[in-house]
């Protein structure tokens, strides 16, 4: 199977891989599952290979674990095998990761883009750890733009208070 990217050729999926599609805005997640299959998580608005037409799926509070194959739900966008947290956390068995993504296969579950989002739902089943950098990315970003503001904003009352004096 040829990956989604134009830089090169990726390593093969193997079942129990996370999968890293690159959206215009965002990255989705899903699980390899073998035979050119993936789990994921999509909101019902999603439709697969949607791109950037899918990021209006993040407003959704509800998904459905869907089983695809990889080529659809990438579509057009480049994607890449990264299991990112595998010095951090033991995987699963690769048997126990099959499974219990495949038990959830066309199930209805809570969505959150803060706490339950595609990212989470892959690494719960990789690791048993729900996590997502993408979120944690961009908390990180917001407050530091918001301490920047402040910064910023004490400097002028700073700076408009010593004009004010030396007037």
Partial sequence: ?????????????KPGDLIEIFRPLYRHW?????????????PPSEIAGAGAASIMSALADKAIVKKELL????????????NKHDNEYTPLP?????????ELVGQEVLYK???????HFVNELR???ARSDQVRDAVTAAGIA???LAVFGLVGVFLSRNKKQKQ
């Fill in 30 to 42: 899903a699980i390899y599952v073998g035979d050119g299959y993936v789990i994921h998580l999509a």
């Fill in 146 to 148: 918001g301490v920047g």
């Fill in 94 to 102: 690769i048997n126990k990761i099959i499974k219990q993504a495949e």
């Fill in 113 to 119: 883009l803060t706490s339950e989002n595609c990212e």
């Fill in 1 to 13: 199977m040829a990956s989604g990217s134009p830089l090169g050729p990726w390593p093969e999926p």
């Fill in 71 to 82: 080529c659809d739900v990438a579509g057009r966008d480049r994607y890449q095998v990264n």
């Fill in 127 to 129: 690791y048993g750890v």
